[in-house]
């Protein structure tokens, strides 16, 4: 795998440069600038301790990109985001126009997976938290569970070809493939660090040279002028230690279905994760050998939401959602979880846009968790774009 995935990177990034090549040069003709913020305070009723498990009181989430169309074949993009982490860069990409149903994105950004990335700033979505599946840090208990699935937004170097398909007016097909520097963590894991995805501290790079290779199938069916509905599949899988010995897949499905105003939303994250297990297992974790004698290497780790969001009267939307996370296999010693461990989180919510493009949020979390006591929380934020 090794090998083939550098002769495959060195054969995506030498098509990049001939394409780029064959198009027109030219110079800068619109630029354009956009941005989100929002301000969040999380209460959590049933514990008068929540720091010491979750980041509750005030949270705020800014993002601000600048986007260049240098010609009709080539644009650009810069994105800055500030939020729990500081400062950083999910996105320094040019895209690239090959004919009319072919694109090229090459640089830094959020690789096509599931439906959720595609509006994770918090002026793109009506919860005040993201789902648990793509949860990055407003979850309770993050640190037992080690954040969620896939936390949103994975943002990563690497080059993604998109291909575009109409079928006449009713069915559109969008297949993207893409090179990526892969998940992260060090040398003995036993799962992912997030932390390494996006600090400073650990650079921007490759850990192991060689990347992970991914993709999504996305069809959109239109039924009528106010009605749509879109069913996607995703996967990415490779190696994430500095050996690259520790391989992490990872696959998802989502569904959004749209009509008159009323979207209904529904996504499945599954991950199967290689985890190093040393010399002497027995004393790095805390469950035996199966029954043939032999430490299982891999722990299994899925989630799910369903949402909607209803409007009411004008300015006014109510929102639900039902989501959980799942794990199950082996834990390291130390962990607070057990070999099979669930949550279950229930949510509902209130919006008001009181001027166009900002409004108020408020929502209500209970949390069902199989290893812990169950928990109760609000969310209150204001959230605009500009």
Request: charged share 20%; glycine share 10%.
């Amino acid at each position: 795998m090794s090998s083939a995935a550098r002769y495959l990177s060195l054969s995506a990034c030498a098509t990049a440069l001939l394409l780029l090549l064959q198009l027109p040069n030219g110079h800068a003709q619109e630029l354009s600038f956009a941005g989100s913020a929002q301000l969040d305070y999380l209460h959590v009723f049933s514990n008068e301790r929540a720091r010491a498990f979750t980041l509750d009181g005030f949270t705020t989430e800014l993002s601000m990109k600048v986007s260049v169309d240098v010609n009709e074949n080539i644009s650009g993009q810069i994105k800055v985001c500030s939020g729990c982490h500081g400062f950083e860069l999910p996105a320094a990409h040019v895209d690239v126009l090959v004919g009319d149903f072919l694109s090229l994105r090459a640089g830094r950004f959020v690789p096509e997976f599931g439906d959720f990335p595609t509006r994770y700033d918090p002026a793109n979505h009506l919860s005040n938290s993201k789902p648990l599946p793509y949860d990055m840090g407003r979850m309770l208990r993050l640190r037992d569970w080690n954040m969620s699935v896939l936390p949103a937004p994975y943002v990563d170097n690497g080059l993604e070809l998109g291909l575009d398909h109409n079928i006449e007016d009713a069915l559109a097909l969008s297949y993207f493939l893409y090179l990526v520097g892969g998940l992260r963590a060090s040398e003995g894991a036993t799962d992912v660090d997030w932390k390494q995805m996006r600090s400073r501290d650990f650079y921007y790079v490759d850990n192991n040279s060689e990347p992970m290779l991914g993709g999504r199938i996305l069809a959109s069916i239109f039924m009528s002028k106010s009605a749509s509905l879109r069913l996607g599949a995703s996967a990415v899988w490779g190696h994430y230690d500095p050996d690259a010995e520790l391989d992490s897949l990872i696959v998802g499905a989502d569904l959004v279905l749209l009509i008159s105003g009323w979207a209904l939303r529904a996504e499945y994250l599954f991950r199967r994760n290689e985890m190093a297990l040393g010399a002497e297992p027995e004393q790095s974790f805390i469950y035996g050998p199966g029954a043939d004698g032999a430490y299982d290497p891999y722990f299994l780790k899925d989630g799910f939401y369903v949402e909607t969001d209803v409007p009411i009267v004008e300015s006014f939307s109510l929102y639900g959602r039902w989501d959980g996370l799942r794990r199950w296999g082996n834990v390291a010693v130390g962990s607070t979880l057990r070999s099979q461990s669930a949550l279950l989180r229930y949510t509902l919510g209130l919006n008001w846009e009181f001027v166009r493009s900002w409004r108020l949020k408020a929502t209500g979390e209970f949390y069902d968790f199989s290893d812990f006591g169950d928990e109760t929380a609000a969310h209150l934020g204001i959230v605009g774009s500009f």
